[in-house]
T-cell receptor, first 112, second 114 residues
């Protein structure tokens, strides 16, 4: 059965801390892995990863994919209270469709 | 225009009502999706339209009826819903159904069935 597992499910840190969120997957016909940030409404796109070992970076956020070990990590450095959100990992798999299977998410709370 | 627009943002409907959710994008994307998201859960895929044809129906009850009038519009018609159908309904689009060129979500419609 295809699945995406995120860990931890929740995390509480203080401003300035660095956090690492994990996403492991088991899917047939892997195509890409996506990270989203969800606050009150729709998920907002962060990264899409298709190749192993190539870090994608956007400001204080970065992510990398390991297709051999079937996981990805999302790093956030110097966390701020505005980083508080649910971070969703999704994997695009299967045939020609843009099917996404989501993990349950990691709820990150950044305290002042 | 790099957005997926959903209307209405909020909807309250009775179990005997008929309503529709609308989704629109003008990015030239040819694949559009409906997701349902319950509180504290990840989004669950409901329907996929590829080149205006329904390609995936994830065993969704018939009280949800999707429609794709053209390549920019996607509707979800609702009829005889149950209170457990209350959720955030998300529309998404991608360039050609392969996701490689991005996958954009709309801001969602918060649906409450009373």
């Amino acid at each position: 059965e295809d699945k995406v597992v995120q860990s931890p499910l929740s995390l509480v840190v203080h401003e300035g801390d660095t956090v690492t969120l994990n996403c492991s997957y088991e899917v047939t016909n892997f195509r890409s892995l996506l990270w989203y940030k969800q606050e009150k409404k729709a998920p907002t796109f962060l990264f899409m990863l298709t190749s192993s070992g190539i870090e994608k970076k956007s400001g204080r956020l970065s992510s990398i994919l390991d297709k051999k070990e079937l996981f990805s990590i999302l790093n956030i450095t110097a966390t701020q209270t505005g980083d508080s959100a649910i971070y969703l990992c999704a994997v695009n798999y299967g045939g020609s469709q843009g099917n996404l299977i989501f993990g349950k998410g990691t709820k990150l709370s950044v305290k002042p | 225009d790099t957005e997926v627009t959903q209307t209405p943002k909020h909807l309250v409907m009775g179990m005997t009502n008929k309503k529709s959710l609308k989704c629109e994008q003008h990015m030239g994307h040819r694949a559009m999706y409906w997701y349902k998201q319950k509180a504290k859960k990840p989004p669950e895929l409901m329907f996929v339209y590829s080149y205006e044809k329904l390609s995936i129906n994830e065993s969704v009850p018939s009280r949800f009826s999707p429609e794709c009038p053209n390549s920019s519009l996607l509707n979800l018609h609702l009829h005889a819903l149950q209170p457990e159908d209350s959720a955030l309904y998300l529309c998404a689009s991608s360039q050609d159904g392969t996701v490689f060129y991005g996958y954009t979500f709309g801001s969602g419609t918060r649906l409450t069935v009373v």
